[in-house]
């Protein structure tokens, strides 16, 4: 059976915002559930915009989405905040990781160049004590030789 583009345009507008799911949209449109599936399917694959981040997981989302819907759910109540993230098919931990990248918004390079620079300052510092405890080591040792000598052959007429 053919069904007009209109009525399929209807359709998936109504599956991608999440207000039904495709067997109420079926039933309420009189197409068979899997006519409704393929709409959706042959809509995804055709690369058409959908709801914002509907089409992608969360992950995938870039900074300039997240940080929009980071502005658009900042200040809803809980239930507004719920319904908001089933909607564009997401979770609210999400949105809280996002706040939180957000504000500690460091680049990866920036912390990878220091943590490097940390540890060659470490080392540096650590070598330097190997060095003082050895020079430390002989000084004790010389010192040590120097008493027992004056004890066994009395002190020297150089001193």
């Known amino acids: 059976m053919q069904y007009s583009e209109e009525l399929r345009a ?4 109504r599956a ?5 799911t495709q067997e109420v949209l079926a039933e ?3 197409v068979g559930r899997s006519t409704v599936q393929n709409w959706m399917r042959q809509h995804r694959i055709s690369g058409a915009p959908g709801v914002a981040g509907k089409d992608k997981r969360p992950q995938a989302w870039t900074r300039e989405q997240r940080l929009e ?3 658009a759910t900042h200040g809803l109540a809980e239930q507004e905040l719920g319904a908001w993230s089933r909607q564009r098919g997401i979770h609210t931990h999400h949105l809280a990781q996002w706040r939180g990248e957000l504000i500690g918004a460091v680049p990866e390079k920036t912390l990878a160049s220091e943590t490097r620079a940390l540890r060659q300052e470490n080392q540096a510092l650590k070598k330097e004590l190997r060095r003082k405890d050895k020079a430390l080591a ?6 040590v030789l120097k008493k027992k000598a004056a004890s066994i052959w009395g002190e020297s007429e150089d001193d």
């Not at 209807?10 to 507008?13: N, R």
């Open 138 to 143: 002989e000084t004790a040792a010389l010192l």
């Open 16 to 20: 991608l915002t999440g207000e039904s």
């Open 69 to 71: 819907a980071l502005l």
């Open 28 to 30: 309420e449109f009189g």
């Open 10 to 13: 209807k359709v998936i507008e």
